[in-house]
């Protein structure tokens, strides 16, 4: 396992985009049509950017899969962080999906738990290299740094088939939201 920098992004957004492609949650804040791979690219982007600045971003050791983390104690505006959010929004969200993606983000938002976290925005692992094992590997290590740091992990997740991978690391699923899918919060303490 190895800590990601900036001349990882490439790699990253591979990994990331190639993982995310179905996901419900991504594509339902993303602009569909010609250009949706264009679109959940800037998404990861974003938080790939957000992660190196706000958290850490790790890679597997045969560069197939990583993780992204924010820490919500480490997290604030900026100039920067503005100006990447908003060509979050004119280049992968669209202007008319602003207030759908935003009431989503407060729900979810409201429904964290107090207190300070380590949040899972991705973990994903190249479609070919899925069911070795990788996606554990990087889950576990990313448990170990959380635990060294003393505090709880929370992410959510749109795909059911996933709930058993995060189940079998002791993660709970504390809350069900709904929009036009489910997302499942989980937490680890």
Known sequence: MRQAFKEDKALVLDILCQSFDDNISVNYVIKGGASRLRHIKVLMEYSFDMCLAFGEVWISDDNSGCYLIKYSNKERSTLQTTLWELRLVFSSF???????VLDRQGKI????PQGDHVYLWYIGVLPNNQGNGIGHELLQHLLTRAKDHGL???LETSMQNNLPFYKKSDFTVYEELEFDHTLYMLKHD
């Open 94 to 100: 669209g202007v008319g999906k602003v207030k759908a």
């Open 109 to 112: 938002k409201s429904n964290y």
């Open 152 to 154: 709880p992990v929370l």
